[in-house]
Every structure is written in structure tokens, then in C-alpha cells.
């Protein structure tokens, strides 16, 4: 049986598959990604233009009915053939898992076992738990590279996934967001690998361009564990946008940047103290006191169901700056700047207008 195409802006290439035309970043030669059928003008061929390949996994819902409606068999009154075509569809899936058959790129992404397993795991928080409000997807292209970049906090970085979990499940064209993570990720044994399997990529400037250059969603979160871990009193309060290389990684790639605001994940987790003895011992960045969390243990744990906003404002297209502007100090900070700036804007805006975090 062959094996089914990736999900709708994933980049389609076996394991062992090739790469395509070689450039330099920082003095660093990094491989772009081959997308078969990926034409000219960034559009796929295979579907991603119009939200679903042949599998269905462009829109996280295949064609066994994970949509949760019934496939043609169930439609004309044979449900029992139309469970049997399930259940052969999940073992064959767990087949190609156990195997190492399953399709992924030279990131890991696997679109199928995120699309199957990762993402309706995140929808039940979206849906049920937080309740999310996804506004502004017309921001975000259907198709072709774009830099998505968005404000960070709630101690735990769920937000990020939520973010992963609105654009695959409500974006016209269901799309992937390849996350860029901290070092961190990918050193812990069991968190490593699923999210790599899920799509997120340690964050660089190599990684970045290939992602870009690929015809990928790209997603950044700027402000990084100084967002994330942030004392509850400063919440909403954007902090330093790092150096802005991710503006030099768009300028670079010459993609539009999409700002993002996301209300809701500070209240998930109330910091209000940091054990730093703690911390260091773990090797960690801060060790989270929450009201819960530790002194109610595992159930500490659980996020408080705050009401979510996210935000895509319009694009800022790098298309106009001059070659090496990338290198400039000066464009670097003017347009870390203005996207910073409209992004605690638009945070302003939504919490006044959602008012009360819960109830």
C-alpha cells in the first residue's frame, strides 16, 4: 500500500528523499527542500491550494470519517463496512508508525501522525477547554511562505500549540504552522520527538530559510522564555522582540511577516513566583509558582479555562527592502519595531474587549 501524501504545506519528501538547490546564511551553506509538484508560482499541485489532497490530510480529516461524518459506505446504509474501512485505516497507520514508514521531512515532520494524533489530542483544549475565537485567517495566505509571528506567555507554552491547532483545523486551506523552538525542546527525551513529529523545527536562521524557502508556514514567537515566563503582573505586556532576527529571516526569504496577538494564555498559569534554586537545579529558565501549581500536584497542572482571542493582523510585506538590508541594524529595528508595535496594539484592543478572563 503506498503510503499517503503529507498534509496541505508540509513539505513532501520521504526520509531518505533529496534535497533541492544549495544557498548561505551566515556564512553557513544550508539545502532548500524539493516539494514535488510545488509549481512557479508556489502553488501545490497535489492539493494544497484547495485545502485537501487526495487523503484528506490537508484538512486534518481523512477519508475514513475523522471528520466525524460517514464515508460513502456508511452514507448508502453499510455501516459495518464503514467501520471495517476505519479500523483498517488505523491499523495500517499504526503499521507504518511501528515500522519507520511514515512520511516525514528533514525536520521530522510527520503531517499524517500530527494531523491523526497530535492535533485532535490540542483540539480538545481549543474547542471544549478555552473555547478560542480565531479572527483575521484572511491575513494568512492559503498557500506559499509566510512568517507568523505572535506574542508568548502562560508560563507553559500552550499557546503555541493553540495556534498550531486554529490555523490546521480552521484556515481555508488547513494549514501546517512549523514552529521555531527553543534549544531546550529538543533535549528533553520524550518531548523531542513528538514535537518534531508535530512539526516544530529548533530555532535558526538555517532552519528558518529552509522552512521559508520550502513554501512553508513558518511561526516565531520573538520574546521567548522572557514572554512565556513572565510574573502574571506584567501580563499583556509585550517584552523585548530579541535582537529581530526575525526580521532579517524574512527579509532574507523576502516572505510577508504576519503579526499575531494572543489573549488568553496568561491567565492559564498565574506566575506568581519563580523558585530559582529550583530552576537551576533542573536546568531550567524558571520553575513556575502558580496558585495550584505545586502545592495541588498533578492537578496543579491542569490549565485554568480562560477565554481566548488570537488575532492575524494584516501582512507586512519585505518584498520592497533592498538586497542585504537584512545586515542593516537600522531595518532590523524599524520593522521589529512596527510589528511589536502592532501586536501590543492589537493585545490592547482584544482584552478590552473581552473583558473578564473567565466566567
Not at 198 to 226: D, I, M, Q, W
Request: proline share 9%; aromatic share 6%; charged share 20%.
Amino acid at each position: 500500500m503506498s503510503k499517503p501524501p503529507a498534509a496541505a504545506g508540509g513539505i513532501r519528501r520521504a526520509a531518505t528523499g533529496e534535497t533541492g538547490a544549495s544557498v548561505t546564511i551566515d556564512g553557513h551553506p544550508v539545502n532548500l527542500v524539493h516539494l514535488p509538484g510545488l509549481g512557479a508560482d508556489g502553488r501545490d499541485d497535489a492539493g494544497a491550494g484547495g485545502g485537501q489532497d487526495d487523503a484528506g490530510a490537508g484538512g486534518g480529516r481523512d477519508d475514513a470519517g475523522a471528520d466525524g461524518g460517514q464515508d460513502d459506505a456508511g452514507a448508502d446504509g453499510g455501516q459495518g463496512e464503514g467501520w471495517r474501512r476505519r479500523l483498517a485505516g488505523v491499523l495500517e497507520f499504526a503499521r507504518r508508525q511501528l515500522d519507520g514508514e511514515s512520511e516525514v521531512d528533514q525536520f521530522g515532520f510527520d503531517p499524517e501522525f500530527n494531523s491523526r494524533v497530535l492535533m485532535p489530542i490540542a483540539r480538545l483544549l481549543y474547542q471544549h477547554w478555552f473555547g478560542i475565537q480565531m479572527r483575521g485567517l484572511a491575513h494568512v495566505p492559503e498557500v506559499g511562505p509566510a512568517l507568523v509571528v505572535a506574542n508568548h506567555s502562560g508560563t507553559l507554552p500552550v499557546d503555541a500549540v493553540m495556534l498550531q491547532a486554529g490555523l490546521h483545523d480552521e484556515h481555508p486551506t488547513h494549514r501546517n504552522l512549523r514552529l521555531l523552538g527553543a534549544d531546550l525542546v529538543y533535549e528533553l527525551p520524550l518531548l523531542a520527538p513528538l514535537a518534531r513529529k508535530g512539526g516544530h523545527t529548533r530555532a535558526c536562521p538555517a532552519n528558518a530559510h529552509v522552512l521559508l524557502r520550502s513554501g512553508e508556514l513558518v511561526g516565531v514567537f520573538p520574546e521567548g522564555f522572557k514572554g512565556v515566563g513572565k510574573p502574571f503582573s506584567d501580563r499583556y505586556q509585550l517584552r523585548r522582540f530579541g535582537r529581530g532576527g526575525f526580521v532579517a529571516t524574512a527579509i532574507r526569504a523576502r516572505v510577508p511577516i504576519v503579526p499575531c496577538a494572543i489573549v488568553g494564555a496568561e491567565e492559564i498559569y498565574p506566575l506568581i513566583g519563580n523558585a530559582k534554586p529550583v530552576a537551576e537545579l533542573l536546568g531550567l529558565p524558571y520553575f513556575p509558582i502558580t496558585p495550584l501549581f505545586p502545592w495541588l500536584g498533578p492537578v496543579g497542572a491542569v490549565p485554568l479555562p480562560s477565554k481566548w482571542i488570537i488575532e492575524f493582523c494584516p501582512p507586512v510585506s519585505t518584498a520592497g527592502y533592498p538586497p542585504d538590508s537584512e545586515n542593516d541594524p537600522a531595518v532590523i529595528a524599524d520593522l521589529s519595531g512596527r510589528v511589536r508595535g502592532t501586536i501590543q496594539r492589537k493585545l490592547d484592543d482584544l482584552l478590552s474587549e473581552r473583558g473578564p478572563a473567565f466566567g
